[in-house]
């Protein structure tokens, strides 16, 4: 899998929603251990534990549905990811798009009523490029 500086190493990452994502942020670190790697503005901040990682979300701030939680879940080709994932019947909530962090992903809703979002790193970003702040880089 390519690396890219923007999204942690790990594979498979829960993205959990907060009303407060600095709070929830220094609390999980402080609690669990966690080690923050990158803050996106006051809606995304990128946490690390070993191998790990999760993602803190702020609850309501995009133009999807609120969720409190998501799976995102790095591939090595997300387009042939998502034609398997559309044959087999997933709920398409996004194709495949290409964004300036260096990741093509898409969205989709397992039979569970699940949020997934596939990634496919393409290129490899420094996450200052794209307005992150750089606090712990692996």
Known sequence: MLPNRSIPAATVIPELAYD????????????FGFTERLRMGNHRA????????????ARGMSADPVYD???LMRVED?????ERAKAAGARILREPEDHPFGERQYTCEDPGGH??????SIADVDPASWGATRINID
């Open 46 to 57: 990128q946490l690390v534990y070993g191998g790990g990682a999760v993602i803190v979300i």
């Open 115 to 120: 949020v997934w979002t596939f990634s496919q």
């Open 69 to 71: 939680h998501r799976v």
């Open 20 to 31: 407060d994502v600095a709070k929830a942020s220094d609390w999980l670190c402080e609690a």
């Open 78 to 82: 997300a387009k042939s990811h998502f």
